[in-house]
């Protein structure tokens, strides 16, 4: 008898992302499929709650709104940085990321505009507002072992922990 997805359990998954117009933003697909701990925060919230109960040979489509995705857009989090305050070496372009110093801990940003003066940034997720539409099957699902539960992840085949 086959498990099902709940929480604690070691889970792997095969899936496609598009966008509303039908890119493909991001797959599994040719290569190992995505492992992760299920209930731990690992996938966004709506992917994870639609993986709940599913079990090893399902295969589905779903489409996750903005609001159980990346959230919605909020303009507040695009703002311009001085240019002599910006730190680096080097010309910098429209669509390049940096690590930058927040309230919160370190974020990832995406500079949408540059000049002499100024550059503007984006701490926005870059699929903020979108809604997700994933193609997705489940290969297996297993107990976590007590050593994963502990760390919060899963850990490779042989040898244990990779950090």
Known sequence: MSQSITANKAVEIHY???NSEGHVLDSSQ???PLPYLHGCGALIAGLEREL???SAGDAF??????ADGYGERQPELVQPVKRELFQFDGDIEVGMRFQAEAAHGVELVTVVGVDDQQVVIDANHPL?????NFEVEVISVRDASEEELAHGHLHH????CCH
Not at 128 to 132: D, M, N, Q, S, V
Not at 157 to 160: L, R, S, V
């Open 16 to 18: 496609t992302l598009t």
């Open 30 to 32: 040719g290569g190992a």
């Open 52 to 54: 709940e109960g599913r």
């Open 61 to 66: 489509s779903v489409s996750i709104s903005p």
């Open 128 to 132: 903020a507002g979108e809604t997700l």
């Open 157 to 160: 085949d042989e040898g244990g």
